[in-house]
């Protein structure tokens, strides 16, 4: 099955870092985040496209693997890859390289399911906009 792939540099900013300098753990996740917005802007599927159509996608399930630490003043290269599925969620799996020497830091996935906006209702099937979407990425 086909993916989709989109990757951005990220500055490690001071406030990220502890007094070591090493990044907070936690930071990753976000840089998990900006990866998906930067991914949505870049393919045409940013949450504001899910809002217009009264939908969230919150994410149901995080998860981060460390494997080498972030200093403030790093780089860090996030490549997010949309895993299509039949079921009514979306899949991302994450990898974070630092830029200096392409080394690997963290794999991650997140998983986020649709919602209607005003009910918070759980939305079963994927919503006919992205059907669309998926079709006109070439991934089913």
Same mark, same amino acid.
């Given at each position: 099955?086909?993916?989709?792939?989109?990757?951005?540099?990220?500055?490690?900013?001071?406030?990220?870092?502890?007094?070591? $300098?090493?990044?907070?753990?936690? #930071?990753?996740?976000?840089?998990?985040?900006?990866?998906?917005?930067?991914?949505?802007?870049?393919?045409?599927?940013?949450?504001?496209?899910?809002?217009?159509?009264?939908?969230?996608?919150?994410?149901? #399930?995080?998860? !981060?693997?460390?494997?080498?630490?972030?200093?403030? $003043?790093?780089?860090?290269?996030?490549?997010?890859?949309? #895993?299509? !599925?039949?079921?009514?969620?979306?899949?991302? #799996?994450?990898?974070?390289?630092?830029?200096?020497?392409?080394?690997?830091?963290?794999? $991650?996935?997140?998983?986020?399911?649709?919602?209607?906006?005003?009910?918070?209702?759980?939305?079963?099937?994927?919503?006919?906009?992205?059907?669309?979407?998926?079709?006109?990425?070439?991934?089913?």
């Amino acid at each position: 099955m086909k993916t989709l792939s989109h990757t951005i540099e990220v500055l490690i900013r001071f406030n990220e870092a502890d007094p070591l $300098g090493i990044v907070w753990h936690g #930071h990753y996740i976000r840089y998990f985040e900006d990866g998906r917005e930067a991914f949505g802007k870049k393919h045409g599927m940013g949450y504001m496209d899910f809002f217009k159509e009264n939908v969230v996608v919150p994410i149901v #399930h995080a998860e !981060c693997n460390y494997k080498k630490s972030l200093k403030f $003043g790093d780089t860090v290269l996030v490549e997010s890859t949309y #895993h299509p !599925c039949e079921a009514a969620k979306i899949i991302f #799996h994450y990898r974070l390289f630092k830029k200096s020497d392409n080394s690997l830091v963290a794999t $991650g996935t997140t998983t986020q399911v649709f919602l209607e906006r005003e009910s918070q209702t759980l939305i079963l099937n994927n919503p006919p906009f992205f059907l669309e979407w998926k079709k006109q990425m070439g991934l089913f």
